[in-house]
Structure formats: C-alpha cells, structure tokens
C-alpha cells in the first residue's frame, strides 16, 4: 500500500522527550550518528524512524535482602533495540550510572554492530543501576536472579540472549543461566552467552573483544601505515577488552605507554609491563598502586605521545574537551560510545583515524554467537578454531566498511552505520509490517 499524498499533517506523533536527543547523552548520540548515515541509506531511508525507537523496553523493580536484613531496590533494564534480522543479543551492565536512556543507546548500538559483523541477531541490552563493587557476593548472587526473573518475560535461546557487559561476568552468566533454567523446568544452557567453559562456555570468549580489537587494530594501522612494531599505545579501561587488547599489542612489539582506569593513571615512556600489571589488577582491581609506572594525573593522560589510543571504558570520554590534544594517528573504540560526534569532527578534521565500537568490539559478540551456535548443537570447537573463525569474521567485516567509506568519503563509524543499518532496514523492509 502507498502511502495516502493528501494525508498531512502525519499521523505519526513526534517522538516523546525520553527518545529525543537529550542534551547529548549516549542515546541522543546515536540519534546523531543515524541522522548522519541517513543520506547515504538511498531509498532504505523511508525505514530509518524504526532505528529511532526501541521496539520494547522494560523497567524492572529488583529488591533484594542486604546481609544486614534490610530490603534495598535497585532498577533494572531490558531493551530490545530491533530485532528484523534476528533475536535479540547483547549485555548486561550493573552500574551506579545506568539508566534507561543508556540502555537504549547501548541496545541500539548492539543492532548495527551485530549487523556490522553480520551475525544473525537483534540488538538488545541491560543493566542495572547499582554499583556492584558495594555488594557481598551473596547480595550480588541474589540480585542477578531476581533481575533475571523479573526480565524471563523478554529473554530466552531464540528471543533475546544477554551476555557480560561491564561489571558482569561469567559467574553471573552461570546464576542468570540457573535462574532462567529453574524457572523453565529445564536446564537452557543458550539463553547466556560468555558462560563459564563447563556449563556449556566458549573457548576464547573472555579474550574475544580484545582480540577483535586487536584483529582491527592491525589492519587499520597497516591502511595508514603505522607500524604496530615500536608504535606506542595509550589504552583507558585495563579490564576484559582493555587488557587483553594491550597484551595483544605487546605481544607484537608495541609499547603501552600510558594507562587510566577508575583507580587512576599510569605513564612509563618504555613501556609499561604488562602481564605485570595485567596480574597487578587481577589482584588489586585497578591499575592504582602499581610499582612499574608513574602515576600521573588523569586529565593528562588525553594528551600523552602515543601513535595508537584505545578508549576500553564508558561512554562519551573523547569530547570536545581533549580531542584536539590527542596525539595518536589511530583510534580503537573496544568500549561502547566512547567518542561524541562533536569530538568525532574534530578527530577527523586532524586526520586521526577512528575505527569506531560497532566494528573494533564486535569481537565480543562475535564469539558470543559462536558459543549460541556450540551450546544448541552440543558440539563444542577447538580454542583454534574458535579465534581462527574471530579472524576471519573482523577481517572481513573490516574491509567492506573500509571499502564502503572509501567509495562514499565518509568516516568510518558512517561507513559501517551504512552497512549496519542497510542490513537491518532490508530486513525490516522485507518483512513487511504486521499486521
Ligand atoms: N557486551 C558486549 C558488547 O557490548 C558483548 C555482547 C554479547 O556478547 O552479546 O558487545
């Protein structure tokens, strides 16, 4: 059916504030980048106002028992950005910022980066707005299984499968897993991804966005020249995507120069050494007090002489505050929304390469489905196969957002919005709308 020519004013309602750009939060940001890719989505664009609004979101109320046996209640988030090319797929965060607006950004981000890679899922995330590090392990353990009980209407192996984000990890996969089984009345080992290896986990999944990072890392560098022997790296957030990726980079003769995570910062022109410091946070959980650098102060860390710099963290830590006094050529975002669009212009007006989070991280996510893929075949891969298959999967999706920007001039994060959301928008187009 066409749409009726005389029928103004539209019958669509603009959207309401909670979905508009608000004042540049994460999913006023990702307003921005899909009004940037829009010109370049040809016809596809009638589509784009259903990348504008999460299909559903849920608010969940999770109270708990505190050890000291009062109630406290903490706010929980489930988000299915879009689901036309798949199931729902994406992480779950705890928090003390979180919020729903967050949420939906970081959803919304989950749909063109699985598209990106080309992974048959949806985009969906969640959170919830506490800060774990606060909670004994029983009130921790508690918590996610209420959470995961209050969320059973959404999740599910073929609905929406949550994974680690930040603060979570494969513990509290295994209780969301246990959780979701109990209330199934069977055990579902595919309703989580980066599980633990004996409840059904993936080889190479804890190194996966790290070593995605890496992957892209590499052939970015060797678009533009720089060599990663010798080549000096800056990496913020020293946890599972930040550490692994500058161990990688270690490993092929890079120095990591500089480091910042929520304990402080760290410099050391010779390099830091990292399985030293890798073992230092393991045990101490910051970079803080690390013998084998110098502490310097966070805001300085922006403008230390590095050639490669690898945001690892949260959002919106590149602004237009400190993009101009960033040294580095090359930009790897393994954290979700790290760099604004203003900071973005800046960056790209001094020529510095950024590989942008809905490709350099999708390494996460990538294994992630391989993990879905092992768990309902009850097959498991050999960790060979598995980085083998990461490889080739980046490699690829690299070069056709390299090609893609290349053909159309435009940065890279548009370029691989341009493949993101065609794949999701053709989806949806063919579809159809029900009913
Ligand atoms: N939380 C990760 C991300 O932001 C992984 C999501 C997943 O594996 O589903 O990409």
């Given at each position: ?76 988030y489930r988000v299915h950005h879009n689901t036309s ?191 030293a410091l890798l073992a230092h946070v393991q045990e ?29 963290a949260l959002e919106q830590q590149i602004t237009e ?115």
């Open positions: 059916m066409s749409p009726n020519p005389r029928s103004t004013p539209p019958l669509t309602h603009a959207l309401p504030s909670y979905l508009q750009a608000d004042n540049l939060g994460p999913w006023g940001i990702f307003l921005q980048q899909v009004d940037r890719v829009t010109p370049y989505l040809g016809p596809l664009a009638r589509w784009v106002e259903t990348l504008k609004r999460p299909k559903r979101a849920l608010i969940v109320d999770v109270p708990i028992h505190l050890d000291d046996g009062t109630v406290a209640h903490f706010e929980g090319r798949g199931p729902g797929k994406g992480g779950v965060r705890f928090h003390q910022d979180v919020t729903l607006s967050e949420v939906m950004a970081l959803s919304a981000w989950m749909s063109v980066k699985n598209a990106a890679v080309n992974v048959p899922y949806g985009g969906a995330k969640g959170g919830i707005r506490v800060d774990p590090l606060k909670l004994s392990r029983g009130e921790l353990e508690r918590m996610t299984r209420r959470y995961t009980s209050e969320i059973g209407i959404l999740i599910g192996p073929s609905k929406d499968i949550p994974a680690p984000d930040v603060n979570t990890n494969e513990q509290v996969m295994a209780w969301m897993m246990d959780t979701y089984s109990m209330n199934q009345g069977t055990t579902a080992t595919g309703v989580v991804t980066g599980k633990p290896i004996d409840l059904g986990g993936s080889l190479g999944r804890r190194e996966a966005t790290g070593r995605g990072v890496y992957t892209v890392g590499v052939e970015a560098a060797h678009h533009i020249g720089l060599k990663i022997e010798g080549a000096r790296l800056a990496v913020q957030g020293f946890g599972n995507v930040g550490g692994i990726a500058a161990k990688l980079f270690a490993e092929a003769g890079a120095r990591v120069v500089a480091v910042q995570d929520h304990g402080g910062s760290l410099y050391r022109e010779a390099g830091l050494d990292v399985p101490s959980g910051s970079v803080a007090g690390f013998p084998g650098g110098e502490k310097i102060e966070d805001n300085a860390f922006w403008g230390v002489d590095c050639d490669i710099l690898i945001p690892a505050a400190n993009a101009g006094r960033i040294t580095a050529r090359l930009i790897i975002e393994g954290a979700n929304g790290p760099t604004t669009p203003a900071a973005d212009d800046i960056l790209q007006d001094r020529n510095v390469l950024v590989v942008p989070d809905v490709i350099a991280n999708a390494g996460g996510v990538t294994v992630s489905y391989f993990e879905w893929v092992q768990d309902f075949s009850s097959f498991f891969w050999t960790e060979d196969e598995i980085n083998a298959r990461l490889v080739k999967v980046m490699k690829e999706a690299f070069a056709t957002v390299w090609q893609v920007a290349h053909e159309n001039k435009v940065t890279l994060r548009t370029a691989t919005f341009i493949v993101g959301c065609q794949r999701i928008l053709r989806a949806r187009e063919m579809r159809g709308l029900y009913p």
